[in-house]
């Protein structure tokens, strides 16, 4: 009898290997993969002034109105600088059941000229006499 049960144990604990193990590599269990080319992706800004600062605009990726973690979903890269004037790349990584990279653009824009006014106030022309002999001025 002890030999029968210890059989019987064996045999359960094979067909429930071989159930794990066909399981696992079907897509009963598997999670989806998403591309995060897929998904929503949205900047905080895509035109940004020239500040003397490092600009790097916020990422939001979303994906089937499920707003994404980063670190968790995906991993976010700005191209080097960030800084002066140009256009710099946003690259999103798919970290997880996410897979991929996307990448966006943003630019940063040159600072706005400002406009004095010249007329705001008259200029009141001054006299200094010259060291000569003679009735010499400088405006």
Do not use: W
């Not at 916020?58 to 256009?87: A, D, M, P």
């Not at 970290?95 to 040159?110: H, S």
């Not at 406009?115 to 001025?137: C, E, F, G, V, W």
Request: charge should be positive; include cysteine; glycine fraction near 4%.
């Amino acid at each position: 009898m002890k030999k029968n049960h210890h059989l019987h144990r064996q045999i359960h604990l094979c067909l429930i290997i071989l159930l794990l193990l066909f399981c696992s590599s079907s897509q009963v269990f598997a999670a989806a993969r998403v591309n995060v080319k897929n998904t929503r992706i949205k900047l905080s800004a895509t035109k940004l002034t020239y500040n003397k600062k490092v600009q790097r605009p916020k990422v939001r990726v979303t994906y089937k109105g499920k707003v994404l973690k980063e670190k968790k979903n995906y991993i976010v890269k700005y191209s080097k600088g960030c800084k002066k004037v140009g256009t710099y790349t946003v690259q999103i990584i798919g970290k997880g059941t996410y897979t991929g990279t996307a990448k966006k653009q943003f630019v940063i824009l040159p600072p706005k000229a400002q406009i004095m006014n010249i007329y705001a106030k008259t200029a009141t022309p001054s006299y200094h006499r010259l060291q000569s002999t003679h009735n010499d001025y400088i405006v």
